[in-house]
């Protein structure tokens, strides 16, 4: 009781369902291309419109290729679930952010680089990694096509309160280790089923210290723990990182909504279901090695051996090192690497460019690996030409490419070939995510530069 | 689709697999369908574990084996993690499962399921394995699964289990009724809301 998440959900139950879920008002609703047509679809055949259209924002992002955007995508199926978006944008009344228009991106690097998610709001979208808008100190979650549906016919939601855990991450992150590490962390700690049924608030010293953006990259990855969502209360860093951004508040109702977002944390005496506690200083650069997120270990450590996971979990163990091709209790360092994929709403912000070109840092692209580096929006892509990164990583022998979600889930065609390895700042493992048959490893943008520079598995610390 | 939600009785298909993910469920490259034809998705249920890559059947995939059929889906532990996408919902419904059961069901796919009206049924870990163990000594074997009562029995051994769900979302299974009635019909607390300020 009296957590931050009690206070954002309490202040947004419309009412409580008898022996039912909760509903709940939603203040804001991103749709993408991918799950959105058929809530659109269901709202004609009931014929009804968007009950609160202003609430909600509309941007293509999974299959927009990442070069010639100016040109008609080649994918006829793609084109046309991106060209549905924008007729259904128009005749429902919403705003749309269409490619190669400056407001596009990966809806969830937009959402908070245009100050659209701030403290204390209920955000959705169709979208799993809508947690990620919980950095800036909001609800985010991701929903199906239904609720989809029913946030355009009611801007509410029908849901179970989930029940709240905390963790506590204590001391500093050592050099070289990024949220993403820690985030990889969690997840082996927990599985990716040990945070389901609950919603996550991060806290401890090595949270609170981390930018927003790692606090970004940190809560897009609650979902690979099962959670609902994850946040991070907001405190100074969070308004400094909104201020003045296109549809944060300005002036006066700044000054109120900053006064209002302060009394955002969870009291003293706050009650978690569930409370963990690590140390910053166990946490090193992680690697994963199955097929599932969960699966991740140190970069200087070995894959488990069989006889250490339980018995009901081996027939999916060996699957899952069989389709990546690896062997119990084999060292990762050292792995020839074919695929480096920097971007996703995972890694896909400007910082992530930074850490990536700290490695780079007068090497070269080993030539045996084929580098994809794809910012997450055209802020992030407009800001790498301003500061003449591009030229910098032209020069070392990479190009960077059109923003959208790319390599993470390949629905467009940067598509990683079937049996090549690829070290991925996105955020899934999964068999085939990256393409039919491709191998990933994910790994921070440190590690991932690391791989793209001398072609195997490296540990960044050791550049 | 929406149907009524009563008693089912029926052969399983066992998927004794942990952590199967909505990217196996239904693979991205599916999800660029505007509409939502059901039998499209059922096609594609599982597709990569259906089906060779170079286009064969594969054969040694439960789906394939004619031993097994029926309207329930038996699955390991964590069944639905990662993506939310409904698609996976639509894909299960489409190829004619009513029912999966499991242990353990990630979250948004749970709730997906709900809303296609495929019932997500949570057993133990104990009650799980007896249940994998009686198809494969039985795969005619059948399981009843009764929404009124919320039991499930496994009916080669007899053993039942009771599971939950929520009243409300319980009766709009037993009545084919979606949220969105539910939400429509609330449109003036909404508005009493908003008028309130947050």
Not at chain 1, 238 to 255: C, H, N, Q, V
Not at chain 1, 428 to 437: A, H, L, S, T
Not at chain 2, 28 to 52: M, P, Q, V
Request: hydrophobic share 35%; aromatic share 10%.
């Amino acid at each position: 009781m009296n957590t931050l998440f009690d206070k954002i959900w309490d202040a947004h139950v419309v009412q409580n369902v008898t022996d039912g879920p909760t509903q709940l008002y939603i203040d804001r609703l991103y749709c993408h291309e991918v799950t959105s047509p058929q809530a659109f679809e269901g709202l004609r055949r009931r014929g009804i419109k968007c009950f609160r259209p202003e609430k909600i924002f509309c941007m293509p992002d999974h299959n927009t290729p990442t070069h010639d955007q100016d040109k008609p995508i080649e994918d006829k199926v793609s084109r046309e679930q991106v060209d549905t978006l924008e007729k259904n944008a128009k005749e429902f009344g919403l705003e749309h952010f269409g490619m190669l228009h400056p407001k596009n991106g990966i809806i969830h690097v937009v959402g908070p680089e245009r100050g659209l998610s701030l403290p204390g709001m209920t955000i959705v979208c169709g979208d799993s990694h809508t947690s990620t808008h919980g950095a800036m100190g909001a609800v985010a979650f991701g929903i199906g096509t239904s609720e989809v549906e029913m946030v355009m016919a009611s801007q509410c939601i029908l849901q179970q309160k989930p029940k709240s855990m905390r963790i506590n991450v204590e001391g500093k992150l050592a050099k070289g280790v990024t949220a993403k590490d820690m985030a990889l962390y969690l997840m082996s700690k927990l599985t990716t089923s040990g945070a389901t049924g609950y919603f996550v608030e991060y806290a401890g010293e090595a949270v609170r210290d981390l930018s927003m953006e790692g606090r970004l990259t940190l809560c897009n990855l609650s979902i690979e723990m099962g959670a609902r969502g994850g946040f991070i209360a907001p405190d100074e860093k969070t308004f400094e990182y909104l201020k003045d951004r296109e549809y944060a508040p300005k002036g006066e109702d700044w000054d109120k909504a900053v006064e209002y977002w302060k009394t955002l944390k969870s009291g003293e005496d706050a009650v978690f279901d569930k409370e963990l506690t690590f140390r910053a200083e166990d946490i090193e650069p992680m690697v994963t090695y199955g097929t599932n997120p969960g699966m991740g270990m140190g970069i200087t450590d070995s894959i488990p051996q069989l006889d250490t996971i339980p018995e009901e979990g081996r027939e999916s163990f060996i699957k899952s090192l069989e389709y990546m091709g690896f062997e119990p209790g084999q060292e990762l360092l050292g792995t020839p690497v074919d695929y480096v994929f920097l971007g996703a709403c995972t890694n896909g912000r400007i910082e992530d460019f930074y850490a990536f070109a700290s490695i780079v840092n007068g090497r070269k692209k080993h030539p045996d690996v084929t580098a994809w580096l794809v910012p997450g929006s055209w802020m992030v892509y407009d800001q790498l030409k301003r500061e003449g990164l591009d030229k910098f990583f032209e020069r070392a022998g990479f190009e960077i490419r059109q923003p959208g979600c790319s390599a993470c889930l390949a629905m467009n065609d940067d598509k990683i070939p079937a049996g090549k390895l690829a070290v991925s700042t996105s955020n899934r493992n999964f068999e085939g995510r990256q393409g039919p048959g491709a191998r990933t490893i994910l790994a921070s943008p440190l590690t991932a530069a690391a791989a793209a520079v001398t072609g195997k598995i490296t540990d960044p610390r050791t550049l | 689709m929406k149907q009524k939600f009563d008693i089912i009785r029926s052969r399983c298909v066992p998927l004794p697999l942990e952590n199967i993910d909505t990217d196996q469920i239904i693979p991205a490259r599916f999800l660029k369908a505007t509409t939502r034809e059901e039998s499209f998705f059922g096609e594609n249920l599982f597709r990569d574990w259906r089906f060779n890559p170079d286009g064969t059947v594969n054969k040694d995939f439960v789906l394939n084996d004619p031993t097994y059929s029926g309207e329930i889906l038996v699955a390991g532990k964590n069944f639905g993690s990662g993506s939310s996408r409904e698609h996976a919902a639509w894909a299960i419904a489409g190829y004619g499962f009513r029912v999966v059961i499991s242990s353990f069901f990630a979250d948004i796919h749970k709730n997906n399921e709900l809303n296609n009206f495929v019932l997500p049924v949570v057993v133990s870990e104990d009650f799980l394995a007896e249940l994998f163990k009686s198809i494969k000594e039985n795969p005619s074997m059948e399981v009843e699964v009764n929404l009124p009562e919320q039991k499930v029995t496994n009916c080669a051994t007899g053993r039942s289990e009771n599971f939950e769900i929520n009243g409300y979302k319980k009766y709009c299974l037993m009545n084919a009724l979606d949220d969105i009635d539910f939400l429509l019909e609330n449109k003036e607390k909404t508005e009493a809301f908003e008028t309130a300020g947050l």
